[in-house]
Protein backbone atom coordinates (compact mmCIF):
# COMPACT_ATOMS: atom_id res chain seq x y z
CA UNK A 1 0.00 0.00 0.00
CA UNK A 2 1.22 3.27 -0.90
CA UNK A 3 1.12 6.20 1.54
CA UNK A 4 0.13 9.81 0.57
CA UNK A 5 0.67 13.35 1.75
CA UNK A 6 -0.71 16.62 0.25
CA UNK A 7 1.21 19.02 2.03
CA UNK A 8 -0.68 21.90 -0.79
CA UNK A 9 -3.96 20.38 0.44
CA UNK A 10 -3.92 20.15 4.10
CA UNK A 11 -2.28 23.90 4.22
CA UNK A 12 -5.66 25.06 1.84
CA UNK A 13 -7.75 23.38 4.39
CA UNK A 14 -5.95 24.15 7.84
CA UNK A 15 -3.74 27.52 7.10
CA UNK A 16 -6.41 29.57 8.51
CA UNK A 17 -6.31 28.35 11.34
CA UNK A 18 -2.34 28.78 12.43
CA UNK A 19 -2.92 31.45 14.72
CA UNK A 20 -5.28 28.88 16.90
CA UNK A 21 -3.01 26.31 15.96
CA UNK A 22 -0.60 28.10 17.53
CA UNK A 23 -2.16 29.13 20.78
CA UNK A 24 -3.52 25.86 21.57
CA UNK A 25 -0.33 23.46 21.11
CA UNK A 26 2.63 25.64 20.82
CA UNK A 27 3.80 28.93 22.54
CA UNK A 28 0.59 30.42 24.03
CA UNK A 29 2.61 34.28 24.45
CA UNK A 30 3.20 34.53 21.16
CA UNK A 31 -0.06 34.84 19.29
CA UNK A 32 -1.12 37.24 22.16
CA UNK A 33 1.53 39.46 22.10
CA UNK A 34 1.09 39.15 17.70
CA UNK A 35 -2.65 40.21 18.40
CA UNK A 36 -1.93 42.64 20.88
CA UNK A 37 -0.12 45.04 18.95
CA UNK A 38 -1.27 44.05 15.50
CA UNK A 39 1.89 42.37 13.99
CA UNK A 40 -0.85 39.10 13.54
CA UNK A 41 -0.45 39.53 9.85
CA UNK A 42 -1.05 36.58 7.17
CA UNK A 43 1.95 36.45 4.26
CA UNK A 44 0.81 34.12 1.51
CA UNK A 45 4.87 33.91 0.22
CA UNK A 46 7.90 35.48 0.27
CA UNK A 47 10.49 36.69 -2.39
CA UNK A 48 13.92 38.57 -1.86
CA UNK A 49 13.76 41.28 0.68
CA UNK A 50 9.73 41.43 0.65
CA UNK A 51 6.34 39.51 1.81
CA UNK A 52 3.09 39.09 0.41
CA UNK A 53 -0.29 38.85 1.82
CA UNK A 54 -3.19 37.24 -0.06
CA UNK A 55 -4.11 40.69 -1.36
CA UNK A 56 -1.20 40.59 -3.32
CA UNK A 57 0.34 43.86 -0.66
CA UNK A 58 4.05 43.85 -0.53
CA UNK A 59 6.16 44.38 2.70
CA UNK A 60 9.45 45.49 3.63
CA UNK A 61 11.52 42.81 5.30
CA UNK A 62 14.11 44.49 7.73
CA UNK A 63 14.71 41.52 10.26
CA UNK A 64 15.62 38.84 7.44
CA UNK A 65 14.20 36.13 10.40
CA UNK A 66 16.68 37.30 12.96
CA UNK A 67 19.43 37.11 10.32
CA UNK A 68 18.77 33.93 8.68
CA UNK A 69 17.48 35.24 5.42
CA UNK A 70 20.91 36.47 4.41
CA UNK A 71 20.43 36.03 0.71
CA UNK A 72 16.48 36.96 1.48
CA UNK A 73 13.63 34.24 1.04
CA UNK A 74 13.69 31.76 -1.77
CA UNK A 75 16.91 32.78 -3.44
CA UNK A 76 17.02 30.85 -6.71
CA UNK A 77 20.57 29.29 -6.58
CA UNK A 78 20.00 27.82 -2.86
CA UNK A 79 16.74 26.63 -3.70
CA UNK A 80 17.97 24.45 -6.86
CA UNK A 81 20.88 23.40 -4.54
CA UNK A 82 17.94 22.16 -2.08
CA UNK A 83 16.06 20.34 -4.86
CA UNK A 84 19.05 18.57 -6.68
CA UNK A 85 20.70 17.34 -3.45
CA UNK A 86 17.24 15.68 -2.44
CA UNK A 87 16.51 14.55 -5.74
CA UNK A 88 20.29 12.70 -5.53
CA UNK A 89 19.40 10.12 -3.19
CA UNK A 90 22.46 10.38 -1.28
CA UNK A 91 23.24 7.65 1.63
CA UNK A 92 23.43 10.54 4.01
CA UNK A 93 23.85 10.16 7.66
CA UNK A 94 24.88 6.58 7.56
CA UNK A 95 27.32 8.35 10.82
CA UNK A 96 29.97 5.43 9.57
CA UNK A 97 31.26 7.06 6.14
CA UNK A 98 33.05 10.53 5.12
CA UNK A 99 30.41 12.47 2.29
CA UNK A 100 31.88 15.01 0.19
CA UNK A 101 29.67 17.84 1.47
CA UNK A 102 30.88 18.22 4.50
CA UNK A 103 34.50 18.64 3.63
CA UNK A 104 33.48 20.91 0.31
CA UNK A 105 31.28 23.17 2.48
CA UNK A 106 34.32 23.06 5.72
CA UNK A 107 37.04 24.09 2.49
CA UNK A 108 34.94 26.52 0.67
CA UNK A 109 34.21 28.20 4.76
CA UNK A 110 37.99 28.17 6.19
CA UNK A 111 38.71 29.94 2.20
CA UNK A 112 37.19 32.97 4.13
CA UNK A 113 38.58 32.31 7.17
CA UNK A 114 42.26 33.13 7.48
CA UNK A 115 44.52 31.38 10.60
CA UNK A 116 41.49 29.08 11.28
CA UNK A 117 42.06 24.99 10.23
CA UNK A 118 38.56 22.82 11.15
CA UNK A 119 35.05 22.85 11.60
CA UNK A 120 32.46 20.86 13.59
CA UNK A 121 28.93 21.52 11.67
CA UNK A 122 25.99 21.43 13.82
CA UNK A 123 22.53 22.94 13.85
CA UNK A 124 22.02 26.44 15.11
CA UNK A 125 23.74 29.67 16.43
CA UNK A 126 23.87 28.23 19.73
CA UNK A 127 24.79 24.78 19.20
CA UNK A 128 28.00 26.24 17.80
CA UNK A 129 28.24 28.41 20.70
CA UNK A 130 27.97 25.25 22.95
CA UNK A 131 31.13 23.54 20.79
CA UNK A 132 32.87 26.42 21.67
CA UNK A 133 32.38 26.43 25.10
CA UNK A 134 32.80 22.62 25.31
CA UNK A 135 36.64 22.73 23.17
CA UNK A 136 37.78 25.99 24.78
CA UNK A 137 37.53 24.14 28.21
CA UNK A 138 38.75 21.06 27.02
CA UNK A 139 41.73 22.60 25.10
CA UNK A 140 42.54 24.71 27.95
CA UNK A 141 41.76 22.41 30.86
CA UNK A 142 39.98 25.14 32.72
CA UNK A 143 36.36 25.61 33.78
CA UNK A 144 34.97 29.49 33.37
CA UNK A 145 34.44 31.48 30.26
CA UNK A 146 34.09 34.91 30.64
CA UNK A 147 31.64 36.77 28.24
CA UNK A 148 30.36 40.59 28.03
CA UNK A 149 27.21 42.57 29.85
CA UNK A 150 24.60 42.65 27.36
CA UNK A 151 25.54 40.13 25.12
CA UNK A 152 23.64 37.18 23.59
CA UNK A 153 24.75 33.69 22.58
CA UNK A 154 21.80 31.61 22.61
CA UNK A 155 19.38 29.76 24.92
CA UNK A 156 20.65 26.41 25.80
CA UNK A 157 21.87 25.84 29.14
CA UNK A 158 25.42 26.01 28.04
CA UNK A 159 25.17 29.14 25.84
CA UNK A 160 22.92 30.59 28.40
CA UNK A 161 25.50 30.54 30.95
CA UNK A 162 27.03 33.62 28.48
CA UNK A 163 24.14 35.66 28.16
CA UNK A 164 24.66 39.03 29.37
CA UNK A 165 20.69 39.55 29.62
CA UNK A 166 19.46 38.24 32.96
CA UNK A 167 15.68 38.53 31.61
CA UNK A 168 17.13 35.19 29.70
CA UNK A 169 18.30 33.92 32.40
CA UNK A 170 16.30 34.31 35.50
CA UNK A 171 14.51 31.20 36.63
CA UNK A 172 16.67 28.75 35.07
CA UNK A 173 19.67 28.25 37.19
CA UNK A 174 21.91 26.62 38.53
CA UNK A 175 23.80 27.99 35.14
CA UNK A 176 27.33 27.26 34.49
CA UNK A 177 30.39 28.83 36.74
CA UNK A 178 30.85 32.14 34.10
CA UNK A 179 31.80 35.39 34.65
CA UNK A 180 30.84 38.86 32.83
CA UNK A 181 32.86 41.46 32.09
CA UNK A 182 31.57 44.98 30.61
CA UNK A 183 32.62 45.70 26.38
CA UNK A 184 35.90 46.99 25.67
CA UNK A 185 36.71 47.59 29.79
CA UNK A 186 40.29 45.83 29.58
CA UNK A 187 41.10 46.40 32.94
CA UNK A 188 38.23 43.91 33.84
CA UNK A 189 39.73 41.38 31.31
CA UNK A 190 42.83 41.64 32.97
CA UNK A 191 41.55 41.17 36.16
CA UNK A 192 40.03 37.96 35.75
CA UNK A 193 42.25 36.61 33.71
CA UNK A 194 44.85 36.61 36.74
CA UNK A 195 42.75 34.23 38.69
CA UNK A 196 44.31 31.29 36.43
CA UNK A 197 41.32 29.93 35.68
CA UNK A 198 39.77 31.70 32.74
CA UNK A 199 39.06 29.11 29.42
CA UNK A 200 38.17 31.93 26.82
CA UNK A 201 36.33 35.15 26.17
CA UNK A 202 33.75 34.54 24.02
CA UNK A 203 32.57 37.99 22.34
CA UNK A 204 30.16 39.53 19.90
CA UNK A 205 32.44 42.22 17.56
CA UNK A 206 28.98 43.79 17.43
CA UNK A 207 26.30 43.29 19.97
CA UNK A 208 22.80 42.18 18.81
CA UNK A 209 21.31 43.61 22.11
CA UNK A 210 20.98 47.26 21.28
CA UNK A 211 23.41 47.08 18.47
CA UNK A 212 26.96 48.23 20.31
CA UNK A 213 30.43 47.54 18.66
CA UNK A 214 33.54 46.56 20.41
CA UNK A 215 35.46 49.64 20.83
CA UNK A 216 38.33 49.97 18.23
CA UNK A 217 41.31 48.35 19.11
CA UNK A 218 39.49 46.20 21.36
CA UNK A 219 39.24 42.64 20.12
CA UNK A 220 43.49 43.00 19.38
CA UNK A 221 44.46 44.01 22.95
CA UNK A 222 41.95 41.07 24.40
CA UNK A 223 43.12 38.63 22.17
CA UNK A 224 46.64 39.71 23.67
CA UNK A 225 45.74 39.37 26.82
CA UNK A 226 44.12 36.00 26.61
CA UNK A 227 47.15 34.42 25.18
CA UNK A 228 49.06 35.89 27.32
CA UNK A 229 47.22 33.96 30.42
CA UNK A 230 46.86 30.78 28.24
CA UNK A 231 42.60 31.40 27.51
CA UNK A 232 41.52 31.45 24.00
CA UNK A 233 39.35 34.40 21.71
CA UNK A 234 35.86 32.59 20.60
CA UNK A 235 34.64 35.05 18.61
CA UNK A 236 30.25 34.55 18.09
CA UNK A 237 29.56 35.79 14.35
CA UNK A 238 26.39 34.07 14.72
CA UNK A 239 24.74 37.33 13.51
CA UNK A 240 27.29 39.20 11.97
CA UNK A 241 29.28 36.42 9.97
CA UNK A 242 28.76 35.82 6.16
CA UNK A 243 28.63 39.50 5.13
CA UNK A 244 26.47 41.16 7.68
CA UNK A 245 28.54 44.04 8.71
CA UNK A 246 30.54 44.10 4.98
CA UNK A 247 33.26 42.06 5.47
CA UNK A 248 32.86 38.59 5.57
CA UNK A 249 33.19 38.46 9.30
CA UNK A 250 33.13 41.54 11.79
CA UNK A 251 36.00 41.07 13.41
CA UNK A 252 37.83 41.41 10.14
CA UNK A 253 37.25 44.86 10.45
CA UNK A 254 40.13 45.32 13.11
CA UNK A 255 43.90 44.19 11.58
CA UNK A 256 45.50 41.73 13.55
CA UNK A 257 42.48 40.12 15.16
CA UNK A 258 43.07 35.88 14.96
CA UNK A 259 39.56 34.27 16.76
CA UNK A 260 41.04 31.00 18.30
CA UNK A 261 37.15 29.70 17.62
CA UNK A 262 34.62 31.34 15.81
CA UNK A 263 30.74 30.90 15.59
CA UNK A 264 28.89 31.01 12.27
CA UNK A 265 24.99 30.02 11.82
CA UNK A 266 22.32 31.71 10.54
CA UNK A 267 22.74 33.08 6.85
CA UNK A 268 24.85 30.23 5.90
CA UNK A 269 21.41 27.94 6.08
CA UNK A 270 19.85 29.95 2.93
CA UNK A 271 16.98 29.75 5.58
CA UNK A 272 15.90 26.40 4.40
CA UNK A 273 17.64 24.03 6.43
CA UNK A 274 19.11 24.80 9.71
CA UNK A 275 23.20 24.41 10.32
CA UNK A 276 25.67 26.30 12.64
CA UNK A 277 29.81 25.26 12.37
CA UNK A 278 32.14 26.14 14.80
CA UNK A 279 35.55 27.16 13.00
CA UNK A 280 38.95 26.53 15.38
CA UNK A 281 42.56 26.05 14.81
CA UNK A 282 43.76 22.92 14.31
CA UNK A 283 45.65 21.74 17.64
CA UNK A 284 42.24 22.62 19.63
CA UNK A 285 40.59 20.13 17.47
CA UNK A 286 43.47 17.96 17.98
CA UNK A 287 42.93 17.87 21.66
CA UNK A 288 39.40 17.20 21.16
CA UNK A 289 39.92 15.06 19.32
CA UNK A 290 42.81 12.92 20.36
CA UNK A 291 42.59 9.57 19.35
CA UNK A 292 40.45 7.05 17.75
CA UNK A 293 38.90 6.51 21.61
CA UNK A 294 37.37 9.75 21.29
CA UNK A 295 36.07 10.39 17.99
CA UNK A 296 32.38 10.84 18.98
CA UNK A 297 33.40 12.95 22.01
CA UNK A 298 31.67 15.76 20.24
CA UNK A 299 28.96 15.18 17.45
CA UNK A 300 25.27 15.95 16.58
CA UNK A 301 23.04 13.58 14.88
CA UNK A 302 21.74 15.85 12.13
CA UNK A 303 25.21 17.69 11.82
CA UNK A 304 26.66 17.72 8.14
CA UNK A 305 23.35 16.46 6.79
CA UNK A 306 23.36 16.36 3.02
CA UNK A 307 20.63 19.29 2.65
CA UNK A 308 22.16 21.51 5.03
CA UNK A 309 25.57 21.42 3.83
CA UNK A 310 24.03 21.93 0.09
CA UNK A 311 22.14 24.88 0.96
CA UNK A 312 25.69 25.90 3.01
CA UNK A 313 27.92 25.34 -0.53
CA UNK A 314 25.27 27.32 -2.32
CA UNK A 315 25.33 30.58 -0.08
CA UNK A 316 28.90 30.62 -0.26
CA UNK A 317 29.24 30.36 -3.86
CA UNK A 318 26.35 33.41 -4.15
CA UNK A 319 27.80 35.52 -1.77
CA UNK A 320 31.37 35.43 -4.07
CA UNK A 321 29.52 35.30 -7.88
CA UNK A 322 27.22 38.31 -6.45
CA UNK A 323 29.69 39.97 -4.65
CA UNK A 324 27.49 40.50 -1.72
CA UNK A 325 30.08 41.44 0.94
CA UNK A 326 30.69 44.36 -1.28
CA UNK A 327 27.13 45.46 -1.62
CA UNK A 328 26.20 45.27 1.56
CA UNK A 329 29.17 47.93 1.91
CA UNK A 330 27.69 50.28 -0.26
CA UNK A 331 24.11 49.92 0.38
CA UNK A 332 24.18 49.88 4.44
CA UNK A 333 26.67 52.97 4.50
CA UNK A 334 23.78 54.74 2.23
CA UNK A 335 21.47 53.84 4.72
CA UNK A 336 23.07 54.61 7.74
CA UNK A 337 24.28 58.18 6.04
CA UNK A 338 20.85 58.83 5.08
CA UNK A 339 19.21 57.93 8.77
CA UNK A 340 22.54 59.90 10.44
CA UNK A 341 21.22 62.85 7.91
CA UNK A 342 17.44 62.96 10.34
CA UNK A 343 18.72 63.28 13.57
CA UNK A 344 19.16 66.91 13.36
CA UNK A 345 15.69 67.26 11.81
CA UNK A 346 14.05 64.54 14.68
CA UNK A 347 15.12 65.39 18.43
CA UNK A 348 13.30 61.93 19.86
CA UNK A 349 15.80 60.37 17.32
CA UNK A 350 19.14 60.15 19.15
CA UNK A 351 21.65 57.86 17.43
CA UNK A 352 22.52 55.84 14.68
CA UNK A 353 25.35 53.55 14.30
CA UNK A 354 26.27 50.16 13.30
CA UNK A 355 27.96 48.69 10.60
CA UNK A 356 27.23 47.35 7.22
CA UNK A 357 24.11 46.59 7.56
CA UNK A 358 23.25 45.91 11.00
CA UNK A 359 22.38 49.25 12.13
CA UNK A 360 20.68 50.65 15.43
CA UNK A 361 18.44 53.39 16.07
CA UNK A 362 18.75 55.02 19.46
CA UNK A 363 15.29 57.13 20.70
CA UNK A 364 16.26 59.50 23.98
CA UNK A 365 14.43 61.97 25.53
CA UNK A 366 13.48 65.23 23.67
CA UNK A 367 14.31 69.07 23.90
CA UNK A 368 10.57 70.22 23.87
CA UNK A 369 8.57 70.12 26.32
CA UNK A 370 5.50 68.92 25.55
CA UNK A 371 7.50 66.07 23.80
CA UNK A 372 9.57 65.79 27.75
CA UNK A 373 6.16 65.16 29.36
CA UNK A 374 5.36 62.27 27.20
CA UNK A 375 8.68 60.87 26.97
CA UNK A 376 8.47 61.06 30.51
CA UNK A 377 5.31 59.20 30.91
CA UNK A 378 6.70 56.57 28.33
CA UNK A 379 9.74 55.65 30.51
CA UNK A 380 7.41 55.49 34.12
CA UNK A 381 5.61 52.96 32.58
CA UNK A 382 7.85 50.94 31.13
CA UNK A 383 11.24 51.98 29.19
CA UNK A 384 11.37 50.70 25.48
CA UNK A 385 7.47 51.69 24.79
CA UNK A 386 8.47 54.45 22.85
CA UNK A 387 10.70 52.35 20.64
CA UNK A 388 7.73 50.01 20.18
CA UNK A 389 5.43 53.02 19.23
CA UNK A 390 7.79 53.24 15.92
CA UNK A 391 7.93 49.45 15.11
CA UNK A 392 3.58 49.69 15.10
CA UNK A 393 2.91 52.27 12.72
CA UNK A 394 5.91 51.50 10.25
CA UNK A 395 3.95 47.75 9.90
CA UNK A 396 0.59 49.19 10.09
CA UNK A 397 1.16 52.23 8.05
CA UNK A 398 4.02 51.58 5.58
CA UNK A 399 4.17 47.66 5.72
CA UNK A 400 7.54 47.56 7.36
CA UNK A 401 8.62 44.51 9.64
CA UNK A 402 11.22 46.12 12.14
CA UNK A 403 12.18 45.02 15.82
CA UNK A 404 13.04 46.34 19.01
CA UNK A 405 16.46 45.42 19.64
CA UNK A 406 16.04 44.38 23.13
CA UNK A 407 13.58 44.56 26.45
CA UNK A 408 13.62 48.04 28.07
CA UNK A 409 16.04 49.46 25.12
CA UNK A 410 14.51 52.35 22.62
CA UNK A 411 16.53 50.77 20.34
CA UNK A 412 15.38 49.26 16.81
CA UNK A 413 17.49 47.16 15.09
CA UNK A 414 17.94 47.01 11.39
CA UNK A 415 19.17 43.83 9.93
CA UNK A 416 17.35 43.53 6.30
CA UNK A 417 18.37 40.74 3.77
CA UNK A 418 21.82 41.48 2.27
CA UNK A 419 20.04 41.55 -0.91
CA UNK A 420 18.64 44.94 0.59
CA UNK A 421 18.76 47.41 -2.26
CA UNK A 422 18.47 51.50 -3.16
CA UNK A 423 14.96 50.88 -3.80
CA UNK A 424 14.36 49.57 -0.47
CA UNK A 425 16.23 51.90 1.68
CA UNK A 426 14.65 54.88 -0.56
CA UNK A 427 11.54 53.14 1.02
CA UNK A 428 12.07 52.68 4.61
CA UNK A 429 13.72 56.13 4.82
CA UNK A 430 10.20 57.28 3.52
CA UNK A 431 7.87 55.30 5.74
CA UNK A 432 10.66 55.90 9.17
CA UNK A 433 10.18 59.47 8.59
CA UNK A 434 6.48 59.63 8.05
CA UNK A 435 6.33 58.28 11.29
CA UNK A 436 9.09 60.54 12.93
CA UNK A 437 6.80 63.49 11.64
CA UNK A 438 3.53 61.98 13.43
CA UNK A 439 5.72 61.23 16.39
CA UNK A 440 6.83 64.67 16.47
CA UNK A 441 3.74 66.29 16.10
CA UNK A 442 2.26 65.78 19.77
CA UNK A 443 -0.53 63.84 18.68
CA UNK A 444 -2.15 61.44 16.26
CA UNK A 445 -3.06 57.80 16.30
CA UNK A 446 1.12 57.18 17.39
CA UNK A 447 0.66 58.52 20.35
CA UNK A 448 -2.95 57.21 21.23
CA UNK A 449 -1.40 53.78 20.59
CA UNK A 450 1.02 54.82 23.45
CA UNK A 451 -1.74 54.87 25.93
CA UNK A 452 -2.48 51.51 25.49
CA UNK A 453 0.92 50.11 25.52
CA UNK A 454 1.65 52.21 28.93
CA UNK A 455 -1.98 50.53 29.99
CA UNK A 456 -0.60 46.99 29.40
CA UNK A 457 2.94 47.90 30.82
CA UNK A 458 1.15 48.63 33.97
CA UNK A 459 -1.35 45.83 33.90
CA UNK A 460 1.91 43.53 33.62
CA UNK A 461 3.56 44.89 36.70
Not at 196 to 207: H, K, M, S, Y
Not at 251 to 272: F, M, T
Not at 340 to 367: A, C, H, N, Q, W
Request: proline fraction near 4%.
Amino acid sequence: MTSEFDLGALLAERGAERYELHTKYLNPQLPRMLHTIGFDKVYERAEGAHFFDADGNDYLDMLAGFGVMGLGRHHPVVRKALHDVVDMDLADLTRFDCQPLPGLLAERLLNHSPHLDRVFFGNSGTEAVETALKFARYATGRPRVLYCEHAFHGLTTGSLSVNGESGFRDGFAPLLPDTAVPLGDLDALARELKKGDVAALIVEPIQGKGVHEAPPGYLRAAQELLHKHKALLIADEVQTGLGRTGDFYAYQHEDGVEPDLVCVAKALSGGYVPVGATLGKDWIFKKVYSSMDRVLVHSASFGANAQAMACGLAVLSVMENEQIVAGVRTTGELLRSRLTELIDKYELLSDVRGRGLMIGIEFGKPSSLKLRSRWAMLQAARKGLFAQMVVVPLLQRHRILTQVSGDHLEVIKLIPPLVFGEADVDRFIEGFAAVMDDAHSGGGLMWDFGKTLIKQAVANR
